[in-house]
C-alpha cells in the first residue's frame, strides 16, 4: 500500500488535471457503470458529523470509501471542514493499494466538478464571478472557474467583512490580471455575476433565485445534508437544474427534497446528470438568456477516480511511503 500526504496530493492532483478527471468519470455515473450507495453521516457530537462514502467504477477499475469528518467549527481552528482519508481497492484481488489524505482531495474535487458543469453550462463569455463565501472551497473554486471561463472581476461576499475582505486581498496577489472585491451584500455581488459559486454551510437559504440575472449560470454546492440549504424556492423555480447524480440529489439536495415534498416540483423538471450532457444525450444551456443551476453533492465516483490519478501519479514519480502489511 502507497501511502499518500496531504502535500503528496497537492502535488499530484492539480486543478487543470482533476477538472479532465471528473469530466471523464461523471460520464461513467450517467452510464450507470459506477455503483454508488448513498453516503452514510453519523453525528459525532455536537454539529460534528463522520461520513461514509463508499463505491466502485469501471474505468479506471477499481472500488473504495471515503471516512470524512465533517466539523464546521474547523476553520476557526485553522483546519479544513473535512478531514479523513479514502482507501483505494485494486478490482483483480481485492487488495487495498493505497491510502491517502481525503480533505484536500475532496476540495480539489469538488471543485473541478463544478468547473466540468460551468464549462458545459454557463455562457462561454461569462466573465464576473460571486463567490458566496470565503473558506477552503472558495479558494478551490475561484481556481477551478479561472481555469475554465475568461473571469475579469470577482466579488467575495459573506456575512463577515473582514474575512470577505482577506480572501479579496489573498486572492489578488495570487490573480494580479483578476479585479477581486468584497462586501457583505450577498444580492448585490449575486446580481453583479455571469457565475455564482454558493461554498457555504449555511442550513438556511441565504442566496435567492429572484437576485440571479438572466443568463448567469450556479453551482450550488455547500449543502450536503437534507436539512441544508442555500438557496430558496425561487433559484429552483427560475432556474434550470442539472444535477450529479439523480438518487442522491433525490434523497439528499435540501432544496430539492422539500419542494418534492410540499408538491412544487417533480422529479422530471429537473434537466438531468452532467454526465449525459457531457456524453450528448440530453441538452445543455439552450438560451443565452436561461438561468442554469448546477446542484453539486458530489459522489464516491469522484473521489475514486480523482484518488487512482493520484495513485498513478504518485508511482510514476515516486512518491508516497509504502507499506507492507
Same mark, same amino acid.
Given at each position: ?210 437576485? +440571479?440575472?438572466?443568463?448567469?449560470? +450556479? ?65 445543455? #444551456? ?12 458530489? +459522489? ?12 498513478? #501519479? ?8 509504502? +507499506?507492507?502489511?
Amino acid at each position: 500500500m502507497i501511502v499518500l500526504t496531504h502535500d503528496d496530493v497537492a502535488a499530484l492532483l492539480p486543478m487543470t488535471d482533476a477538472i479532465e478527471v471528473v469530466a471523464g468519470v461523471m460520464k461513467g455515473v450517467s452510464d450507470r457503470t459506477a455503483q454508488l450507495p448513498l453516503r452514510s453521516v453519523v453525528p459525532v457530537g455536537g454539529d460534528n458529523k463522520m461520513g461514509v462514502m463508499p463505491g466502485a467504477i469501471a474505468d479506471p477499475a477499481c472500488y473504495g470509501v471515503k471516512l470524512v469528518s465533517l466539523f464546521p467549527g474547523n476553520p476557526a481552528r485553522g483546519l479544513s471542514s473535512h478531514r479523513g482519508a479514502i482507501v483505494l481497492f485494486e478490482a483483480e484481488t481485492g487488495g487495498a493499494i493505497a491510502m491517502m489524505d481525503a480533505g484536500l482531495l475532496t476540495a480539489i474535487r469538488t471543485a473541478a466538478a463544478s468547473a466540468v458543469a460551468t464549462r458545459t453550462l454557463a455562457r462561454e463569455d461569462a466573465s464576473s464571478l460571486a463567490l458566496v463565501g470565503y473558506g477552503e472551497q472558495a479558494e478551490h473554486h475561484l481556481h477551478a472557474m479561472l481555469a475554465v471561463r475568461p473571469i475579469e472581476r470577482v466579488v467575495v461576499a459573506g456575512r463577515s467583512a473582514e474575512k470577505a475582505a482577506a480572501f479579496a486581498e489573498q486572492a489578488a496577489a495570487h490573480f494580479p490580471e483578476v479585479a477581486f472585491s468584497s462586501s457583505t451584500d450577498l444580492r448585490s455581488a449575486v446580481e453583479s455575476a455571469d457565475i455564482v459559486c454558493t461554498v457555504t454551510a449555511a442550513p438556511k437559504p441565504i442566496v435567492s433565485g429572484d437576485w +440571479v440575472r438572466e443568463g448567469a449560470h +450556479v453551482n450550488v454546492v455547500g449543502s450536503s445534508i437534507p436539512s441544508m440549504r442555500e438557496v430558496d424556492d425561487r433559484m429552483v423555480e427560475r432556474g434550470k437544474i442539472w444535477v450529479d447524480y439523480l438518487p442522491s440529489t433525490l434523497a439528499q439536495a435540501g432544496e430539492i427534497v422539500e419542494m418534492i415534498a410540499a408538491g412544487k416540483l417533480k422529479e422530471e423538471d429537473l434537466a438531468g446528470e452532467i454526465g449525459a450532457v457531457l456524453q450528448g444525450r440530453i441538452a445543455g #444551456r439552450s438560451t443565452a438568456e436561461q438561468i442554469t443551476v448546477y446542484r453539486s453533492l458530489g +459522489v464516491a465516483a469522484q473521489d475514486l477516480a480523482a484518488a487512482h490519478f493520484v495513485l498513478e #501519479r504518485a508511482r510514476a514519480t515516486g512518491r508516497g511511503q509504502s +507499506v507492507s502489511f
